[in-house]
């Protein structure tokens, strides 16, 4: 078992009706005026907008709305956000929305001290500050809410690159899994795959951390469980509420005891597939390349594969678990080749490029750009 | 799932030879000036007092020394050392040892700010702050080093009681499983079993939380997989550090999560006995209570209790899960029955009014006196 450091300062607020507690924790930072942003506006179809103006008028915190963050956030309107969220003096940033907004709202809160945002995600610059940063979570999925890494896409470069800080923690993150209740099937599943995505970065790297890979198992077969239940109830609120919960700790450190960091080079392959093709969601991305790598790497360590196939997917191989992954992806709707996406062979050595363009790609097996293409081949 | 806050601050170094980080830790907090609290001098037989004093020494920090703590720790002494810690003007406590020690440190940090002591027990005190509290654990067993509780007894007055505040978290602690190595292997045992039953007094409170529940049982089959390995092997590094961390992670908060707080009237129980019986660790009360607790409440929850059952001990019913709890504590060398300390039916009436002086035990069932000597009966 490998040494670690775990450290997450993050505060939690979780459950039915919490989303009016915004205000009170705002407040008990020494906080009077905020930056508040959100997407294209379905937090005001559910009535989280209404709940987070109301507390913090209750409050007396003041507030400024920037609307307009996009599914994979862009590099301009941060940039644009910051220029506002300077001009008009902000203490701290309210993120309300899925990951994108937080994730957005983690650069503009680094950014505020540093000499441009992009310098960060290109590690010339490291943040020693950030603005203190607030969530109100509406989708579960990137557990953005809870850790201090964040993703955003330079679109003048078509870079989708991400960057973690000790700076960049939410003081506090609120989750009320009710409101997502009426989101369409398919992003609950966008997030549960999302989640399970986040699990396996980890999962793979195990050895001998018996802990971690226990905790990391029951977390996945919660996860396919819980989907699986919404599926045929989308309204239990029980199972959405385990859903949350497990996206949340994916990516909250738990998961990644003494696993070297993760993997990440499905991630690092995905970004690449949606930086260059935006109609991808990032789980879809996810779902496509997964199986793929699976395939390609698992007979370099076998016993982890084979572990995971038996006690994720009761399967006594390494390919009856991946089938049976990417039948149960097929029964939730979501997609498992590229050709779904109309992507087509020609773009591979674009992708393997651009996955490439900031460093090594993988562990388990360093993946070469020849790598890379195999396993969109096999993807397709 | 029951809506829950999570909070846990405590920044956590684990692993071989990270002891020597403690002084550069409190150097980033400027302070230069601690207590050590520590025990009896085990510390200075198996290197870790001088990696303690190198470290704080090559930081340049002050400190005094102050041993003495005892296994069941006593308000005495830690009356004793808060008049030192305010003679010496130290800016934080610095905790080498196990649980006993840590859980005496916070009621110094936080007695410092109070009126007394003991007035944060009883409650008539409510903590607003406390000295700023390090830790270097030395046997994984309480989770001391990682929440913000503590127990304390009162030694004039036969009270073990505890208390809890959010200026209690350790700011940093550090765990090198490898010092436990030449623990006494009954001592492994008992941090063993004192960790099973903290998992298990949150998971018997569980009804639609499968997160938390499939977390628990990964920890609780982890543990009894860990403390098999190291009875067949002590010195075997990986599952010495799995057991640690389990340690930890079964108080720290994840297990709670959305558990009401937990159940604990085996604790309590258990308290009562040690309390009178100071001879008895506080593990080997629980391996005694807690069978006997399940066998008179389990009726009242089946369902709990025999998912428990199947899918901790592969049991296919409670009765058979007991049996086999039991029979893997006698085989670790642990007691199951209060005759072997020689603990008389004469006593019971007495052990159950000592419990009970803190208000209501029991949240599964709420026990009276004629329960838990009902309790006590059934592990004579």
Known sequence: MDNFKF???VKIIF???????IGSEIHSHDISKVLILMGSGSVKKNGVYEQVID???KYGIDFIEQWGVTPNPVLSHAEETLEIARSEKVQAILAVGGGSVIDEAKAIAAGYYAPD???IFEKTYKPTNALPLFTVLTI???ASEINSFGVLTN??????WSFGSKYSYPKVS???PSVQKFLPINQTINGGVDTLSHIMEFYFMGENEESTLAINEALMRTVIKSIDELVADPLNYDWRANLAWCSSLALQGITGVSMGGGEF?????????????PTVAHAEGLSIVFPAWIEYVNSLKPHIFERWAKNVWEADSVEAGIEKMKEKFKFWGAPVSLSEFNIEADEFEGIAENALLIGEVGKIKELNKQDIINILNIAQ
Chains 1, 2 share one sequence.
């Open 265 to 277: 080079a499905c991630h690092r392959i995905e970004h690449a597939i949606s930086a260059l093709h």
């Open 174 to 176: 609120i989750i009320d």
């Open 7 to 9: 450290h997450n300062p």
């Open 15 to 21: 459950g039915k009706d919490t989303i009016r507690e």
């Open 55 to 57: 507390s913090l008028e």
């Open 155 to 160: 679109d003048t470069e078509n870079k989708k």
């Open 140 to 142: 579960s999925a990137t």
């Open 117 to 119: 945002i992009w310098s």
